[in-house]
């Protein structure tokens, strides 16, 4: 494959690192029981989900390593990159958005079956849209935090809100390196102003109710095994704090809506991405249908 193609170019797989099999298949394969829907709708959120085996998460290591130096050939298709989106230098958080552009991996695991079919069943039971793609690395001993936070407060230029987010770690993560926590049912608190991505950790709190604050001390960890994921309500609340550890915390994000998603403002969607008009639905290129449940009866 031409190592300056942009793999956004491909709605499918272009490798061998996933299963190529029919809508109905996957289905079968991977749903979520009704008893994991529910605890998402109740609680805003869904842990330790498997998306990858251990041969996967390798392949992705070693895609990172390679994208993350600012020479990689590709290093203009992405849509932020950021070596150190913290002011702290002492406190390193690698954020990037875009690369599912750029390796045949990172681009695969978007038609990932066992992502597509939760995230289907999570938005409920709609088609599937690929909104972007993260990756947040925290280095050993000095990894910064990733402030308290609600996802849909960085996306209010699309409507409806019908988002969803997938955070899969490609490392064990735990407290000690700076897993994600979440304040359990604060997706029904409405949306929050936003804070400094890798700012002052608990700026959130300064726009919560005294209410909100007694709910936010029953936050919780949420750890894993390398290659599970978490998905999450858009209104979700959360964070992750530093990485302290002898051991590095690198995960990666799918970002996710449920078609029928449109632009709500007139300016840049994604960095380098056409301006898409106000009013005008997401799709094409750069926004994939990834799955369509009407599928599985055709």
């Known amino acids: 494959m031409n190592v300056k193609q942009d793999l956004s170019e491909h709605h499918q797989l272009v490798g061998d690192l996933f299963p190529e099999i029919s809508p109905k298949e996957a289905w079968e394969r991977y749903k979520l029981t009704d008893e994991q829907v529910s605890f998402f709708n109740t609680y805003g ?11 996967q998460v390798d392949e992705l290591l070693k895609e990172l390593d390679e994208i993350k130096e600012p020479s990689h050939p590709k290093h203009h ?6 070596t150190n989106e913290s002011k ?4 390193v958080l690698f954020h990037s958005l875009g690369h599912w552009r750029i390796t045949p991996g990172f681009h695969d695991i978007l038609w990932n079956p066992a992502f597509v079919v939760a995230a289907s069943q999570l938005l ?8 972007h793609d993260q990756l947040f690395c925290k280095p050993a001993h000095h990894g910064g935090v990733v402030a308290w936070h609600q996802d849909y407060s960085y996306w209010q230029r699309t409507l409806p809100m019908q988002h969803l987010t997938c955070w899969v770690g490609l490392d064990d993560v735990t407290k000690e390196n700076g897993c994600l926590y979440y304040v359990p049912k ?7 102003d936003k804070p400094e991505l890798a700012g002052d950790m608990d700026g959130l709190q300064r726009f919560l109710t005294d209410e909100q ?3 936010f001390a029953e936050k919780v960890p949420i750890e894993m095994k390398r290659g599970y994921a978490t998905f999450h309500h858009p209104l979700m609340v959360h964070g992750s704090y530093e990485n302290k550890s002898s051991r590095p915390r690198r995960a990666f994000v799918l970002n996710v809506f449920a078609d029928g998603t449109y632009s709500d403002s007139d300016g840049e969607i994604l960095a380098g ?4 008009q106000k009013g005008k639905q997401l799709k094409g290129q750069f926004f994939p249908l990834l799955f369509d449940p009407a599928e599985m009866h055709r």
């Open 124 to 131: 409920g039971n709609k088609p599937v849209r690929f909104w």
């Open 213 to 215: 604050k007694k709910q």
């Open 45 to 55: 959120f869904l842990a330790g989900v498997k998306l990858l085996d251990d041969h």
């Open 88 to 91: 702290d230098p002492s406190a």
């Open 186 to 192: 604060s997706h029904t608190w409405g949306l929050l």
């Open 77 to 82: 298709l992405f849509y932020e990159f950021h």
């Open 273 to 276: 991405v056409p301006i898409i």
